[in-house]
């Protein structure tokens, strides 16, 4: 479950953006102050702020540049009345991902809510310098390369994140929840068929150069990573 922070010094805004949070399956921390928003930001490490720019103790620009200087990874939506194209700019200047304008609709700020969540995940993915070597696999994590049988083989984005997801918990049983949260950033999986689908399609470029079969599934919760000769394989045995 991904944690935000709402810093907004307007309480009826405030409180509705944290039902709507809490609502929609994200945990969430809450002030009115610049200072103590910075404070929480460092102490409990979100996952995203949403930030009002028009703050007491620290306006929104200063709050941006300090939490980004100690943290390059949380996702910073700017939330403002200031509709101005240099008051944006500034804002992204400051170190911002995404700026929302009031008045916004619950669904329109939900909506970049996961987007930026999203985003995070996936780059913090392939910024990641791990290589995991199982089989005749060798991923490259953070250049985005598979290498099977001495063969290197391209996949999509989510299909590379998927096979890290399980390769990087060997033995683990993941759920398709579990996998819907890591790689697609949903909270709430809204079908299970997405998930198969790519597992589908991951297997087959697995096994068109591998002598092993490694995505196993386990009926009605998930898949997990675990190594077995292909039947193919052994039938040549």
Known sequence: MARILVVEDDPIIRQTVDYALRRAGFETLTTGDGIEGLTMAEQES???????????????????ERLRG????????????????????????????DYITKPFSMEELLARVRANLRRVRERHILQQEDVIEAGDLRIEVGQFRLWVAGQQVKLRLKEFQLLVALAANPGLLMSRQRLASEVWGYDFLPSSRTIDVHIRRLRQALEE???YDYIQTVHGI????????????????
């Open 222 to 237: 998930g898949y997990r990573f675990e190594i077995m000769p292909s039947a193919e394989s052994e039938a040549h045995t």
């Open 209 to 211: 150069y591998s002598a």
């Open 70 to 97: 100690t943290d390059a990874e949380v996702a910073i939506v700017m939330v403002t009345a200031l509709d101005q194209e240099r008051d944006k700019v500034r804002g992204l200047d400051a170190g911002a991902d």
């Open 46 to 64: 979100p996952d995203l702020v949403l930030l009002d720019l028009m703050l007491p103790g620290v306006d929104g620009y200063t709050f941006a």
